[in-house]
């Protein structure tokens, strides 16, 4: 399975908001609504924050919100905050090739 | 608390075996898929395999196949990642991982839920 694309950057101010893509093929992210997201803070271990597209595990902020169109899904991330400042990485399983696969990954700076 | 403990920092020479470990704690072992993602120096996450209660269920990526063996001892609630013969190209985070949920049969692949504080291995003569 092939990386998935995600933009290098994003960034926005305190209280904005902002929207990460993830763009995959027909057999990963289009196929079946099996797409997470991740965060992974500097020097610290990924931690989920969307699974199955859109839903959020406990714990999580209402702020984290995720979406799928086609072969894209997207995550948005509102009310920004400097500690929603990370990296951040979709993923999604491959049922053709019973494999996961992760997003080239994004870095989200708050200004 | 549900969480994996993993050992500690790896400094191997090439050509060196290795294996290095991931205890569940906080939840039955024997009911989940555990995994290994490996992360190089400033570079993207990689999905290397799964393992589910004994070394006979295992899936690997193609690109780790033959590269890599995953075990388990259930009775510790342990997994195991290892290497026979490392390399430089070996040099990276490795993080154990439990999967939410995974049935092959009914193409259900979950996320990863829990996450290891991840094990750093640096190969270098």
């Known amino acids: 399975q092939s990386a998935l694309t995600q933009p290098p950057s994003a960034s926005g101010s305190p209280g904005q908001s902002v929207t990460i893509s993830c763009t995959g093929t027909s057999s990963d992210v289009g196929s079946y609504n099996y797409v997470s997201w991740y965060q992974q803070q500097p020097g610290k271990a990924p931690k989920l924050m969307i699974y199955e597209v859109s839903k959020r595990p406990s714990g999580v902020p209402d702020r984290f919100s995720g979406s799928k169109s086609g072969n894209t899904a997207s995550l948005t991330v509102s009310g920004l905050q400097a500690d929603d400042e990370a990296d951040y990485y979709c993923s999604s399983y491959a049922v053709n090739t019973i494999s996961w696969g992760f997003g080239t990954g994004t870095k989200v700076t708050v200004l | 608390e549900v969480q994996l403990v993993q050992s500690g920092a790896e400094v191997k020479k090439p050509g060196e075996s290795l294996k290095i470990s991931c205890k569940a704690s906080g939840f039955s072992f024997i009911n989940y898929w555990i995994g290994w993602v490996r992360q190089m120096p400033g570079r993207g996450l990689e999905w290397m395999g799964i393992i589910y209660r004994s070394d006979s269920n295992t899936r690997y990526s193609p690109s780790f196949q033959g590269q890599v063996t995953i075990s388990a001892d259930r009775t510790i609630s342990t997994a195991y990642l290892r290497w026979s013969s490392l390399q430089a190209s070996d040099t990276a985070m490795y993080y154990c991982?439990?999967?939410?949920?995974?049935?092959?049969?009914?193409?259900?692949?979950?996320?990863?839920?829990?996450w290891g504080p991840g094990t750093m291995v640096t190969v270098s003569s």
């Open positions: 991982v439990r999967v939410y949920y995974y049935d092959v049969d009914a193409n259900m692949g979950g996320p990863f839920d829990i």
